[in-house]
């Protein structure tokens, strides 16, 4: 079956403008997880869906970060004002459940470029 | 935070050699999970090993786990080319939301040459 897609692949943006990145989970999946990936940092957690309720928030960096999921499926993670500091891979990320003995399985990422 | 760590950052060996990756973590886990990561994009499951397990196979890849030494070590044999990536380790710790976030190392980059 189709895995976890990510759209757009790539966005370049500019300084203090609103981004949206889209994730489309595995069908069935309840748990949702989107992650960042930069090179200072590595992969850092951000943010973890279990249906459309978002539980743990602990890993969005500031309050320009938000995130949310509709219909226990497709979910959108939404950074207002960029600032060069957010250019990264974002990852998302989904499981069978929000339990450690399943395994999650990754997007192809979203690359952004802020300028 | 990043809990899992891995060694070597780098890894180059030639095809048909085994490579060996290391992963150590500093806090009780459930379980520990090994990804590959091509050209930075998305990451590949490989393989999950639980904290109840010492060891575990899948084609040519082994995983060993010593919770009391909380180290794992990731073991790809007969490397080929295709098998150039960076590989990670991810540990899943219960956040007080419940939520089974994972932990990733900075990953190890093997470079197979043919």
């Known amino acids: 079956g189709a895995g976890v897609s990510q759209s757009p692949s790539n966005k370049v943006t500019e300084k203090g403008k609103d981004v949206e990145l889209r994730c489309d989970p595995i069908s069935g999946h309840t748990a949702l997880y989107w992650y960042r990936q930069s090179l200072g940092q590595g992969l850092e957690f951000l943010i973890y869906?279990?249906?459309?309720?978002?539980?743990?928030k602990s890993g969005l960096p500031s309050d320009r970060f938000s995130a949310e999921r509709t219909g226990g499926s497709v979910s959108t993670l939404t950074i207002q004002r960029t600032q060069q500091e957010d250019s990264a891979v974002y990852l998302c990320?989904?499981?069978?459940?929000?339990?450690?003995?399943?395994?999650?399985?990754f997007g192809p990422g979203t690359r952004l470029t802020v300028t | 935070s990043q809990q899992g760590e891995e060694d070597p950052q780098a890894l180059s060996i030639q095809e048909g050699e085994n490579a060996t990756m290391n992963c150590s973590y500093k806090t009780s886990i459930n379980n520990l999970q090994w990804y590959r990561q091509n050209s930075g994009r998305g990451l590949v499951h490989l393989i999950l090993?639980?904290?109840?397990?010492r060891e575990k196979h899948s084609g040519r890849l082994r995983v060993t786990l010593d919770t009391s030494k909380k180290s794992s070590s990731l073991l790809i044999t007969a490397s080929r080319a295709a098998d150039t990536a960076s590989y990670f380790c991810?540990?899943?710790?219960?956040?007080?939301?419940?939520?089974?976030?994972?932990?990733f190392g900075k990953g190890t980059k093997l470079s197979v040459i043919p």
């Open positions: 990320a989904s499981s069978l459940a929000g339990q450690g003995i399943y395994e999650q399985y």
């Open positions: 090993i639980r904290s109840n397990e």
């Open positions: 869906f279990q249906g459309n309720s978002a539980p743990d």
């Open positions: 991810a540990t899943d710790a219960i956040s007080g939301a419940g939520s089974y976030q994972l932990t």
